[in-house]
């Protein structure tokens, strides 16, 4: 499999529950993104890693929202105490390290519903 | 605040027909400028893209057309065909540092048999 995977593809959850999202990059892929996009908008840049390191967060990443990359492969996205506010789907994004301006390769994202 | 503006919001367009979806920017910062294309239940695919010392970029149907002095861009797909029939996003972003793209809010286009 050569793309960028994200599961779960959809989660339904209560208001006030906690949710983890998963990403998937491209083998070799240093860099990983993570953005929100709401229903008719475009997507938002969240977080940004390079290899483990988180170098850039957004204002939109409240602190009930948390980003980790451990070993610099997979990365994971957890919300706490979830909102009807936070209903979105989840994008992840990732591309090499080297080059100007590589693409950036997406998941398939996964659909947040709070209930 | 939005940094790149898109219009229209949707566009219909009979099959062999020009599709054209513009944006605008604010940020003079901004050095690449690519477009995206969603299908229903995937993620965005990077269709082409143009950095702003060029004019014009073609890619088989898809042109863009930039005006820096504007700060105006434009996708122009020429023989619409039914399978063109996405939603099309404009994105910004600098090329020092992350590469955050900025999003314009998307054009739904539907390409008529």
């Known amino acids: ?115 | 605040q939005q940094q790149v503006k898109q219009s229209p919001q949707s566009l219909i367009v009979q099959k062999g027909g020009i599709s054209i979806i513009n944006c605008a920017y604010e940020n003079t910062a901004f050095d690449y400028f690519p477009w995206y294309q969603q299908f229903p239940g995937k993620g965005p695919a990077l269709l082409i893209a143009i950095r702003p010392d060029v004019s014009e970029k073609k890619e088989g149907r898809f042109t863009i057309s930039f005006n820096k002095s504007a700060k105006q861009f434009s996708l122009h797909i020429m023989d619409s065909q039914p399978g063109d029939s996405a939603t099309y996003f404009c994105a910004a972003f600098i090329i020092q540092g992350a590469q955050k793209l900025v999003f314009g809010q998307g054009t739904r286009l539907t390409i008529n048999p």
């Open chain 1, 1 to 115: 499999d050569t793309g960028v995977s994200q599961n779960p593809r959809h989660k339904i959850t209560k208001r006030g529950q906690n949710v983890t999202f998963r990403c998937d990059p491209i083998s070799e892929h240093n860099r990983l993104y993570w953005y929100r996009q709401t229903l008719g908008q475009g997507p938002e840049f969240l977080t940004y890693f390079q290899n483990e390191a988180q170098l850039e967060k957004s204002r939109l990443l409240s602190d009930r929202f948390s980003a980790e990359r451990p070993k610099g492969s997979f990365s994971t996205l957890e919300i706490q105490r979830t909102e009807q506010g936070d209903s979105a789907m989840y994008l992840c994004a990732s591309r090499p390290l080297a080059g100007g301006q590589d693409e950036q390769f997406f998941g398939p994202g996964t659909r947040l519903t709070v209930l």
